[in-house]
């Protein structure tokens, strides 16, 4: 199973990105998918997570600002951020977990991460 992001870059405070991550691979179905962050000299923390039903969650940080959603048809998540500050300057990375896969829909659920995208908020 592998996760693709992508939609990071450069934008002035205040501005809106939004990240896309599609895992592709043997899949039978995703749990939950999620963003984490990680900033330099700082651990990785978790963003916003939503499940397959569509039941989300956030960090203090974002809400209100971040709005995570997801297409199980698509297995793609996606985080739309809006009102950027520089504190959220971060490599973003998807994660998708407890993952059962199309040749063992019966288990152990797996975890997988994707590469990270860059994203900078800055004038």
């Known amino acids: 199973v592998q996760l693709q992001a992508s939609g990071g870059g450069l934008v002035q405070p205040g501005g809106s990105l939004r990240l896309s991550c599609a895992a592709s691979?043997?899949?039978?179905?995703?749990?939950?998918m999620g963003w984490y962050r990680q900033a330099p000299g700082s651990q990785r923390e978790s963003v916003a997570v939503?499940?397959?039903?569509?039941?989300?969650n956030y960090s203090d940080s974002v809400k209100g600002r971040f709005t995570i959603s997801r297409d199980n048809y698509k297995n793609t998540v996606y985080l739309q951020m809006n009102s950027l500050k520089p504190e959220d300057t971060a490599v973003y990375y998807c994660?998708?977990?407890?993952?059962?896969?199309?040749?063992?829909?019966?288990?152990?659920?797996?975890?997988?991460w994707g590469k990270g995208t860059q994203v900078t908020v800055s004038s």
């Open positions: 691979g043997d899949i039978f179905s995703i749990n939950v």
């Open positions: 994660n998708a977990d407890r993952v059962f896969l199309g040749s063992r829909w019966w288990g152990p659920p797996m975890d997988f």
């Open positions: 939503i499940n397959s039903v569509g039941r989300t």
